[in-house]
């Protein structure tokens, strides 16, 4: 079966630091992995995959994610947090080879970025 | 392009009363979604569809829920009736192709508060 840890229920940062949200997986097979956006009052919002080749993805609103196999993490990265990242974060994997569509979940991170 | 839109964005019911909630996809996407988050804990997959056909249902908490997608276009979720730990936040998703690495889009949600 397919998992996803996101160990921290919150994480502060100032702005104009380093952000970084934690994610472990468990899949059995490939995983492919997702970071997903809450703001306040919307819907989940994509922000970036991995799915093969380089382990460092770029996506939207200048955040990163790290692929690392042999730790099972993807690491969410923005060098520099805005008042306007906080927001709840969600990390998700499918695991393609156990034959199914569906996305695994983490319970979020709720990020707060103090000005 | 709209992105994935779902009705209602609130619901207040009783206990034993019936909720049905919609989802409309982005159009043209085969491959439709329901997932739902109960308070604090992780997004579930509840069931997805592909085309008006069940692909997997197998996150169905019981048979008190019902989805259908007639014609391949919308969705609706139909609990009856519905329970106390039936309140949560429905999502509904859509993706073009089955794959992988599919992203699937996501819809703002349905806060569902069962009294």
């Known amino acids: 079966a397919q998992s996803v840890a996101q160990p921290e229920d919150q994480v502060n940062v100032a702005e104009g630091n380093p952000l970084t949200v934690k994610c472990t997986y468990s899949?059995?097979?490939?995983?492919?992995l997702f970071w997903y956006v809450q703001y306040p009052n919307r819907g989940l919002q994509f922000l970036l995959k991995?799915?093969?080749?380089d382990n460092l993805v770029k996506g939207s609103y200048g955040f990163e994610a790290e692929f690392n196999k042999s730790q099972t993490s993807f690491h969410l990265k923005k060098p520099s947090a805005l008042v306007s990242d906080s927001a709840l974060y969600f990390c998700?994997?499918?695991?393609w080879g156990y034959g199914n569509n569906r996305l695994a979940f983490g319970k979020g991170n709720q990020v707060v970025v103090i000005p | 392009e709209a992105g994935v839109t779902q009705f209602p964005s609130h619901s207040v019911i009783e206990k034993g009363q019936t909720v049905t909630l919609r989802c409309d996809p982005i159009s043209g996407h085969d491959n439709l979604y329901w997932y739902r988050r109960v308070m604090g804990k992780e997004i579930k997959f509840l069931l997805h569809?592909?085309?008006?056909?069940?692909?997997?249902e197998s996150g169905m908490p019981n048979n008190r829920f019902l989805a259908e997608r007639t014609g391949g276009t919308y969705s609706t979720l139909k609990v009856q009736p519905a329970e106390l730990e039936d309140s949560g936040v429905y999502f509904c998703a859509s993706s073009q192709a089955y794959g992988g690495g599919e992203t699937q889009y996501f819809g703002p949600g349905t806060r569902l508060l069962v009294l």
């Open positions: 899949v059995s097979g490939n995983p492919y």
């Open positions: 569809f592909v085309k008006e056909s069940k692909q997997d």
């Open positions: 991995y799915i093969t080749g």
């Open positions: 998700a994997v499918r695991d």
